[in-house]
């Protein structure tokens, strides 16, 4: 890999620099991948790569603390990001099938996204609107009061909105 193969934004790369300046710099690792998956949503393949090279350790020592810690993605999110609230009230609640509603429609696990890109569910801890549980949100948008009856009719009227949308910008 090339220096102008390098893909990260500047403003990571800046903060690797620093990192390097720094007594332990692989200390910084995890620092390094927050910014990168709050950046792209996930951190792929390449990108720890780079990071890597850069902070000059094994790819096997980034990818291991990346596997490692469950709230690293290592693959890109749907177009809708379904987050279903596990916390204790949404549990209480039937949180757990709301999620495996989605999980059963969706044909898809946890931190897993559709083969087509559409969706992708994770589960999150209280999201702070416990009166409204069992509650999720879908990109930036929540939901509350959520039934498991309603997960079906839900995804239909989200696939329509996906449809319409690429059409437009098509
Ligand atoms: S536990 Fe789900 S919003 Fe608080």
């Known amino acids: 890999m090339f220096e102008e193969d390098y893909n990260l934004d500047k403003e990571i790369t800046d903060?690797?620099?620093?990192?390097?300046?720094?007594?332990?710099?692989?200390?910084y690792l995890i620092a390094i991948l927050h910014k990168i998956q709050e950046k792209y949503g996930y951190l792929s393949q390449e990108n720890m790569?780079?990071?890597?090279?850069?902070?000059?350790?094994?790819?096997s020592f980034v990818s291991g603390v990346a596997t490692f810690y469950h709230?690293?993605?290592?693959?890109?999110?749907?177009?809708?990001?379904?987050?279903?609230?596990?916390?204790?009230?949404c549990f209480v609640k039937g949180a757990d099938l709301v999620l495996k509603a989605f999980q059963n429609e969706l044909g898809i696990e946890i931190g897993e996204t559709t083969s087509d890109g559409v969706f992708s569910i994770e589960g999150a801890r209280c999201i702070g609107v416990c009166a409204l549980a069992p509650v999720l949100m879908i990109n930036d948008a929540v939901y509350g009061n959520v039934?498991?009856?309603?997960?079906?009719?839900?995804?239909?009227?989200?696939?329509?909105?996906?449809?319409?949308?690429?059409?437009?910008?098509?």
Do not use: M
Not at 49 to 59: D, H, I, M, S, W
């Open 49 to 59: 790569y780079e990071v890597a090279q850069k902070l000059r350790v094994p790819t």
């Open 71 to 89: 709230y690293f993605r290592l693959k890109p999110r749907g177009y809708f990001h379904i987050s279903i609230c596990l916390g204790t009230a």
């Open 147 to 170: 039934k498991p009856t309603q997960v079906s009719e839900l995804l239909s009227s989200l696939r329509a909105k996906y449809n319409q949308e690429k059409k437009v910008s098509a």
């Open 15 to 27: 903060y690797i620099d620093w990192c390097k300046e720094q007594e332990h710099p692989e200390s």
